[in-house]
């Protein structure tokens, strides 16, 4: 799955070295980022966060990582946290349905969907995600 849902994030910064960053980051990590790089004053809060400490070495530390999409007329989410990948569907109504969960640190090819091992892991996720559409919305 993950070749529908990485896409390499190219930066270049004069005086910065080139180098590859494993850290994943999403499409809203990069507004704050162009702010902070070139001095502008933030007027509202993001809700991504400036990749440019990462340039600098530093991580993100645990966060969720959330990638959305349609399959057939069916709304998908993934969640991603270090290791840990869950594929949700949304099926309205804010039900959120755990389908499949992979650790990609012990299989990197997504071959073996170890939910049923990992309820807890699958249910804390789903929670957190939860939160972070509340967030969102307000």
Do not use: C
């Amino acid at each position: 799955y993950d070749s529908n849902t990485q896409v390499p994030l190219v930066i270049l910064v004069p005086g910065i070295a080139p180098r590859v960053i494993d850290e994943h980051v999403q499409s809203v990590d990069v507004a704050p980022k162009i702010f902070d790089f070139i001095g502008i004053k933030k007027t509202y809060v993001f809700s991504g966060k400036s990749v440019l400490p990462l340039l600098d070495g530093k991580t993100f530390g645990k966060r969720l990582i959330i990638a959305q999409g349609n399959k057939s007329q069916i709304d998908i989410s993934t969640i991603r946290e270090g290791d840990w990948k869950l594929f949700v569907k949304d099926t309205g109504a804010s039900a959120l349905i755990p389908f499949e969960l992979y650790n990609t640190a012990l299989d990197p090819d997504e071959r073996q969907n170890v939910l049923a091992e990992h309820m807890d892991r699958a249910n804390d996720m789903v929670r957190r995600y939860r939160e972070l559409l509340k967030k969102a919305q307000k």
